[in-house]
């Protein structure tokens, strides 16, 4: 088996990968907003269920970060793999990646997981944005309805610890780029 061969076979593996991970994730970015709705509709009947409406944002922020972190990964060998293609022809015959960097984000640059802010702003970002935001709402509502309505602070401090434990992990796996470090220096870079 020769080395292009090779590349093409990992190439093909990798763009099988990202597509079942965006399919994935609007899958559950579909759950989410479904539970969540019926979740705040419920609510109105029944106080109780204000418990829920963190721990599913929550659960969902982490899921769909999840599903970002496998596209990421996919994003970058894909290009890895791209490039090494291209190198071996000496000229661009593949350039998925390209296309992918100006329309969607650009990969190799700081952004807030798949969310490029500034000039690289896209309708990609935005919506990333907004499904973050529409999931801050949900969980800042049962936060409020628990602290205020249920009065159980107990409940309220540990799902607030949870959330910086969460958060902290985050910030440093994606706005620190320490996945996308790992991977550079897998390759070389």
Not at 42 to 67: D, E, R, T, W
Request: hydrophobic share 45%; proline share 1%.
């Amino acid at each position: 088996m020769d080395e292009l061969t090779i590349l093409n076979d990992q190439l093909k593996r990798m763009r099988g990968m990202n597509k079942f991970y965006h399919l994935q994730f609007l899958n559950d970015v579909r759950f989410f907003f479904l539970l969540s709705t019926i979740l705040i509709i419920l609510v109105q009947y029944n106080i109780q269920i204000s418990y829920l409406l963190p721990l599913v944002s929550l659960f969902g922020s982490v899921i769909l970060a999840f599903h970002a972190y496998y596209l990421v990964f996919s994003r970058h060998y894909s290009e890895y793999l791209e490039k090494k293609i291209n190198k071996t022809f000496k000229k661009d015959l593949i350039i998925t990646h390209k296309l992918e960097n100006r329309y969607f984000f650009p990969i190799n640059e700081k952004k807030i997981v798949v969310a490029k802010l500034g000039k690289d702003f896209s309708w990609f970002s935005f919506v990333t944005l907004f499904i973050t935001f529409y999931g801050i709402l949900v969980y800042s509502y049962g936060m409020y309805l628990v602290y205020n309505e249920l009065l159980n602070s107990q409940y309220f401090i540990m799902i607030i610890c949870i959330t910086i434990a969460t958060l902290i992990i985050g910030y440093w796996w994606f706005v620190k780029n320490i996945g996308e470090k790992r991977l550079n220096e897998s390759y070389g870079k």
